[in-house]
């Protein structure tokens, strides 16, 4: 089985091919590439093969021809490159990979920051709706684009989430004689009109307040801007995300979302996940953005609708909290049920026996672990002269493992 050997290029005008990669280079039969790759090894004495449609060509070719192939790639084969395609579609075996410097790691370099902690991003052909979740979430990341899901798009994405707090560092043709770094910001990056090849560096800046001196867990009720008798409150909540037990990578369903209380304490707490905040009353609803808006959500998603019906387009839960079902409670359990990962946890918040006894016998029924938690919460209110306690409506808090 012969091997093939994927060697990376640096940025353009600094190649820079190791010794390795270079006597690889030297024993091929077969250099394969796009042309301007190939254009730097003018005198190979082996054939070149020139590949201009994508991955597909490229593939199709490694898949049947028996000759020592060297492929030229940019940058670090396996850092957004051909290499993770390579490998689905070729035995692992006869591969070998010789990465060089990529365009982010170059870029970093240009602008003196360090990015041991930096998150990377391609936009580049992929939904970018699904992929702004990730860059909301972070503190600094690296974003490769193209031409339609341009650094335009991505500032009007972030100026409609809200989350503007970004510097910008804009690079374009890296490498090359026309090598130009932009620092700017979110929105006057939607005025610029860059070079192609370009990627985004986003560096988060804290302006007073805000999501700096929000607590990671126990976000005071009134920060919510909803009233206390129809939200879940601090306590309640924190609870509810106890049993939850969420991960950094879940999917969690806020079904009921009121205020997005539960959502954007979830936020905190889940680094690389999705949430999905579920309201339909209007009114909450506008309270509900206002409330993402204010407090820096990164990854909730609202979703205006009905559950159950809503529900359909979204994937597939690893956890959900059900804090009101708009009268719809039967059906929505069905579906949250019959679409939960397995291990999956439910919560549900009841203030009536008749929900209590129909939520758990509905997920005994369908095999799920039940535990039912009968809380009382009783606060001291500080407006008061005397030290007096007032009690929160009980809840009982139902929580079902499938």
């Known amino acids: 089985m012969t091997r093939i050997v994927v060697v990376g290029a640096g940025v353009q005008g600094q190649e820079g091919f190791s010794r390795k990669a270079l006597e690889e280079i030297g024993r091929a039969e077969v250099l394969a590439g796009r042309p301007a790759h190939l254009a730097l090894f003018p005198d190979f004495p082996g ?167 929000q607590p990671v867990l126990g976000i005071p009720d009134e920060e919510f801007m909803l009233p206390r008798r129809i939200m879940t409150q601090e306590e309640i909540r924190v609870l509810a995300l106890a049993k939850l037990r969420l991960r950094q990578d879940i999917t969690l369903w806020d079904i009921g979302a009121g205020s997005g209380s539960v959502s954007i304490e979830a936020d905190n707490l889940i680094r690389n996940g999705r949430i999905y905040a579920i309201e339909k009353d209007e009114e909450r609803t506008a309270i509900l953005r206002d409330n993402l808006r204010r407090m820096n959500s990164r990854k909730v998603i609202l979703v205006e609708g009905s559950a159950p019906e ?24 069905e579906v949250v049920e019959s679409r939960l990962s397995l291990g999956g946890r439910v919560v549900v918040n009841a203030m009536a026996l008749d929900t209590l006894f129909a939520v758990s016998e509905f997920f005994e029924r369908s095999g799920c672990r039940v535990e039912i938690a009968a809380i009382n919460i009783s606060r001291t209110n500080p407006a008061t002269e005397y030290k007096v306690f007032e009690a929160l409506n009980p809840v009982y808090m139902i929580m079902a493992e499938k």
């Open 310 to 333: 809503c529900l359909e387009d979204l994937p597939d839960p690893d956890r959900v909290f059900i804090g009101g079902a708009g009268g719809n409670l039967q059906e929505v359990m």
């Open 47 to 213: 054939e070149k093969v020139v590949f201009n449609d994508g991955p597909t060509e490229i593939i199709d070719f490694l898949q049947t021809t028996k000759r020592r192939v060297v492929v030229l790639s940019s940058g670090d084969p396996l850092f957004f490159g051909i290499g993770s395609q390579l490998l689905r579609n070729l035995p692992e075996k006869r591969l070998e990979f010789i990465p060089n410097v990529s365009s982010v790691q170059y870029a970093f370099a240009k602008i003196h920051i360090s990015w041991d902690d930096a998150v990377f991003v391609s936009v580049i052909g992929r939904d970018l709706n699904i992929e702004i979740d990730r860059i909301v979430a972070a503190e600094k990341v690296a974003i490769l684009t193209d031409r339609v899901n341009s650094p335009a798009k991505v500032a009007a994405e972030l100026i409609a989430r809200g989350r503007e707090g970004y510097k910008v560092y804009l690079c374009e043709n890296l490498g090359g004689a026309q090598e130009r770094i932009t620092v700017t910001d979110v929105r006057a990056l939607g005025d610029l009109e860059p070079a192609e090849p370009n990627l985004l560096i986003l560096i988060k800046e804290y302006d007073g307040g805000g999501e700096a001196s």
